[in-house]
């Protein structure tokens, strides 16, 4: 991270075994197996794990790192080359109250550098750095996404945009330097009276008893059944006449395997099958190929008369409801070959 | 916010809308029942791409068209996955979408993985959301106690696990691939394509990857049908669409809009530029600068805004006044790319880096003649040559803003101490190693 | 496999190339050179460095491509450099942002000459430089192992000792991650990672945990820059005077293809060959290092009754001894080329009924790793199995009383198993023909130095049945030592008063060629520097016939 000296976090490392970090974190045995069988490999652990260590120590020292690469099923350094690429794993310790302030596009506009100013002046440290007594830090940080309450202003993990408690927002409100003043004073006072802090749930408070990702380690999830959903039928039913040839087609669905074309001539009372189209997938792709088919059947009825027109889709075994109704009526065709009628 | 226009938004000013009680009252899971069991897979991407839905995490693909391409009957697991890793400077409409109305996420993630054949579904929220990742995580909570999540929803034969994973700082999480990458316990860093994520995503299965905002639109499209939907916006980009303005504007904040509407007119809706407009970034940072003329004629579409070569992107809508240096809004932005840049690709890694230097020393004042058409150079150097967007998107700021605001960079010259300097090193060595 | 070809145009011109391959590939098969960093035939594909860049025909227009990532398809429309500014531009961009954080290390760096980042520079560069020194370098290195330079500069990680054979170079690192890969998914072993991110990235262990591996030293080969560079050659030659000789590792049945790299009668190092048939590009850390032991301990004279004697007194010697023996056991070897057995069995048919051919080796078999090395360390086993020489030590100890002669070449017997060995003591006259002093020499009555396998020219047969070349390197210490077929030639003539009628290792090919149908009209151009696949025995009487 910027604004870390590198001896610092080489100095900062702690001498424990992993041994001593596997007790360590034994409060965290819950989380971490309803973590493992959220995923479909272990490895998808691997960034709430981090921070799992990060709630425990405050920071991720690379013992810990070691720790999560071991609940994660992944090399240890692998776990270190993902710790090291995102900034919020902390390389080092840092000051009980950490404030983070938005050097954004929006939030400079917002004067997000002379706020950083008044920070540094207030706590007489350098943005980076950590106050003598080890209360604060104060990072320059990019967008917080709180771009409407700019300079947006992050205290640990809770936003300041408001005038109230943190988290509790009000649309507009920024922060000015009297605020950052008094929630300074605030937090010394909040120091005072509580000297150790408070573990904050680093995961923000998971479910500890979902079944998890069906075949994963530890999970009791089932897999979807196959047919969970109605077979889909057909859709956007047309029938338009060229002549007496009437053209019946629909958009069907990847999975279709067959698609009967129901025809009825007293409006739609009684319908009678006329005929299949074939939904053949496309030959050489294993399963339903990507795109829904567009199937077209022809039939003929006299000129002048009226049909409906509907289709019946089959997947496999499964029969879909009819789809809509198309009507039409044959209509001759003209000597400059117009159209005929549609449905 | 107007009152006919509330696909989305109907719950933010609802106290407590976030919790199911209340939540329900105002008609939330009403669509988890007959309404969506009694569909079939097909129908319901038939009727998300009929009703003309866009990606709003900032490409703005149809979402429809994205759905038809998950190979939903392969047998193997399929992913759906909520890109809530909003970053892009300027966006702040997910956090607010979380914070006041998680439930309409999660029931529009309810009928999505039902239409993709999804088991097993992410929400990867940026590591800075902790308090939204709370609330996330207390809404699934109420929602398998009222048995709307896990097995068997409402006594269907549909199953659906919502997990939320928290990412951990960076940027670039929020292209699809990487996100897919930082989800497994990868860094984030984008991957090649093809394979598109569709057909190989997490753990090598379909994974589809949404924005929160998409996801949210799907209640009430379904409720009301597609054609609904379309009332709003233009034929390309139908339905309402939330935007985040800040900047010099009288109230910033989220806005659901419909989409197609004038420039000016929703700058007026959001309490009117503060002073006098100069220009305005209509989409998140990646979207090149618009100038005044420019504001004055677009409409709020991706068509109208693709037309002069920028875009909507997230919605992020910064307009800025006279009183502003556009090279000073310039340089946080550069150094943006420049910090997130993930390290993969050449051009990005030392480029976005590189450019950022040379654009450093130009306000510093310590420019030479020829290095604002340099820092020009490099970004035409790194637009379009890397795996992901996002080289492109600095590029697409720098070279818009210079282009622009061309006499603002110069001044910066013309007060330089060095501006005379020659180019020594390539005029003592020509063709000598760099 | 389909040998139809498909129609791509580059840069306007219609070319036929095979279907399916990458473009890069295929634009190799144009006679297009295409600059490349990331890129490596035997890893996947990381497209991260953005080097390979053209131009191509897409639905919307030309755009830029990488050739790595891209698959070639009928009718496919490239622009190269050869004629588009575009992609010229666009690696102009790529070459100097790959040397704006990049150390100005070449007058000091042990890669300088076969550096690809230069090789590109030349290429494909922008050879007007416009960095200016006040814009400054990010160095690229670890926090364990940053520094603050005598000018103030803070730098990265320089000369970090990453493990037993290799040094680490962080600051000259273009983290095209090819050796990430190589342990990610050849050597199976993930010990290398890119960790940070943007610019200040860097190639790295575990903190305080060394790179160990029997393959690490590919590492070095693959590394496009002078970031992972081997310590057993650093600052030992400069890499333009070195001459190449293309050979196969000796200690291997898989017979790895390698290049011997020489330069004033010495061998400085051995470097893998890519064959895909064979190792890849991949070679054993033990394979590349025989070359330390190749000078060493030479016996570059004869040896007769330990007293060091000239070759020909040597040769007088051995040949006096089989002469006068009743019963001859010579022993062939699979250590040696197939010329050199072929001679074996020649000279036990020149001596007639006293002499029997045994053959084998009591070194262990191990498995194989799956990714240069079979396990078995007798590298020319099947040469010997194909001209019929059994696989019989134990035979001969058990038979040993039976012998009053033993001829032993290139086969350290009393190195392999001294305790079963020792039951050949009792034969009086013991020859061993070897390039070094060895168990074996020290136990013989006679001992004549011969050629090593990096100086001759034969074939070895690997355990897939390729018959691969080795090349005689100018390295021999002694230029009057023969190579073994030769000196059996010798022996001949001397012992059986029958010469053998070769005048070269072509004609012991050719007559080993006569032993079996597999090795008929084998030559050396056939078996070329790729080597080639024997034809099964069945097929090849089928189709003599």
Known sequence: MSGCNAQAIIDAQLDLTIEQVRERMQPYTARVAELQRRYAMKRGVLLQALWLIQEEFGWVPRIGIKWAAEVSDVSPVHAYGVAEFYTMYRKAPMGRFLIQVCEGMCCQLKGANDLIAHLEQALGIHAGDTTEDGLFTVLRVQCLAACGNGPSVLINDEFLYGPGELNEHQEGWSPSAADL?????????????????????????????????????????????????????????????????????????????????????????????????????????????GGPKTPSYTDEIAVGSTAAYRIVAREAEREARPSAVAEVTAAAVSDDGEEGGKA | MTAACTVLSDLFAVENGHTLEVARKHGAYETVGPMLFDKSQFELIEWVLDSGLRGRGGAGFPTGLKWRTVPRKMGKPVYLVINADEGEPGTFKDRFCMEKD???????????????????????????????????????????????????????????????????????????????????????????????????????????????????????????????????GTERS???????????????????????MPMLEFFDLAGGVDGELLGCIPGGSSAPVLNKEECETCTMDYEALGALKSMLGSGAVMPFNTTRDPVRILEPIAHFYAHESCGQCTPCREGTGYA???????????????????FFDLAANFEWTTICPLATADAWAI????????????????????????RELADLRPGGFM | MSDEKITITVDGVEHQVTPGVQLIEALKECAVDTPHFCYHPDLSIAGNCRMCLVEAEGPRGPALMISCHMRVMPGLKVNTDASSERVRKARQGVMEFLLVNHPLDCPICDKAGECTLQENYMEAGRHESRLEDAVGKVYKGAPDFRFT????????????DLGDTISLDQERCILCSRCVRFMREVAGDEQLYIAGRGDTAYLTTFPGDKLKHDYDLCTTDICPVGALTGKHFRFQQRVWFLKKTESIAPDDSLGANITVEHNKDRVWRLMPRRNVDVNKSWIHNDTRLLYQGLAENRLTTALVDGSVATLSAGYQAAAAAVKKANKVALVASGHLTLEDNQALVALAEALGDKAEV?????????????????????????????????????????????FDCLVVMGNDLWGAAAAKAAALESIAARIVLSSWHDDSVAKATVAIGVRCWAEVRGVFINCQDRAQLLNACPVCPAHEMDPPWQALCRLSGLAADRPLPYAGELDALKAAGQRHESLRGLSYRAIGPSGVALVPAAEAAEASA
């Open chain 3, 149 to 160: 330079d005598t000018k103030g500069q803070d730098r990265g990680g320089k000369n970090v």
């Open chain 1, 181 to 289: 003043d008094r929630w300074i004073e605030r937090l010394r006072k909040e120091a005072e009276a509580k000297p150790q802090p408070d573990k904050v749930d680093s995961l923000g408070d998971i479910m500890l008893d979902t079944k998890g990702h069906p075949g994963s380690d530890g999970a009791s999830g089932a897999p979807l059944p196959k047919d969970y959903a109605p077979p889909p039928p057909a859709l956007k039913v047309k029938a338009e006449s060229q002549g007496s040839a009437i053209t019946v087609s629909c958009l069907c669905a990847p999975e279709i395997t067959e698609a009967s074309v129901e025809r009825s001539t007293d409006g739609g009372t009684t319908w009678a099958a006329i005929g299949t189209i074939d939904v053949v997938k496309t030959p050489g792709v294993p399963g339903p190929p």
């Open chain 2, 102 to 232: 998680p439930h309409k996420l999660i029931e529009g993630m309810i009928i999505a993985g039902f239409a993709l054949n999804v088991r097993t579904a992410y929400i990867y929220v940026r590591g800075e959301m902790l308090p939204q990742i709370r609330r996330l995580n207390e809404a699934l909570k109420e929602c398998y106690a009222a048995g709307l999540l896990g097995e068997n929803i409402q006594g269907s034969r549909y199953s659906l696990d919502i997990y939320v994973h928290r990412g951990a700082g960076a940027y670039i999480c929020g292209e699809e691939t990487a996100l897919i990458n930082s989800l497994e316990g990868y860094k984030g860093q984008p991957r090649l394509k093809p394979p598109f994520p569709t057909v190989s995503g997490a753990f090598a299965n379909p994974t589809c990857v949404n924005n929160v905002e998409t996801i949210m639109a799907l209640p009430w499209i379904l409720k009301n049908g597609p054609q609904a939907y379309r009332q709003w």
């Open chain 2, 399 to 422: 070279k818009s803003f210079v282009s622009k605001f061309r006499e603002h960079f110069d001044k910066y010259i013309d007060a330089s101490s060095r501006k005379a300097d020659e």
């Open chain 2, 238 to 260: 139908p339905g309402t669409k939330l935007f985040s303005i800040s900047g010099d504007i009288g109230k910033p904040g989220v806005y659901e809009i419909p989409l197609g």
């Open chain 3, 358 to 402: 045994f053959g084998g080796s009591w070194l262990p078999v191990a498995e194989g790793d799956g990714i240069a090395r079979s396990g078995d360390p007798v590298a020319n086993r099947r040469s010997c199995e194909l001209l019929g020489i059994a696989d019989n030590l134990d035979q001969l100890t058990a038979r040993s009383e039976e």
């Open chain 2, 356 to 374: 950022d230097r040379v654009f450093q020393r130009i306000v510093a004042g310590e420019g030479r003649a020829g290095d604002v058409d340099m």
